[in-house]
């Protein structure tokens, strides 16, 4: 087994990878809620330090509407930034 890196082209694609025993991918454990999967088995790590996460979008994309989402739905809501990328993965990636 080795590890993905940029292998896949999105995330979706790097699980495809892992679930045909193509190699490893460490992920947040939000990824067990918002990426379910009866073939990929996500394994707790538990002596890893946390993984952090946060959204980040283009420079020359920066509106004020992207502003003010990120400053008052982020901090110290796991739910909502659980739902940002989730919307932000499928519409990156579509």
């Known amino acids: 087994m080795t590890s ?3 292998v896949g082209g ?3 694609e790097m699980l495809s990878l892992v679930a045909m025993g193509k190699g490893v991918l460490p992920v947040g454990e939000h990824s067990r809620t918002y990426y379910p999967r009866p073939d990929v088995a996500y394994v707790p790590v538990r002596d890893a330090p946390p993984i952090e996460r946060g959204a980040v979008w283009p420079a020359t994309n920066t509106t004020t509407r992207v502003r003010e989402s ?6 110290g809501d796991a739910t909502a930034l659980g739902h940002l990328m989730s919307a932000l993965d499928t519409a990156l990636c579509t």
């Open 70 to 75: 990120a400053v008052t739905q982020l901090p």
């Open 4 to 6: 993905l890196g940029p």
């Open 10 to 12: 999105t995330f979706s």
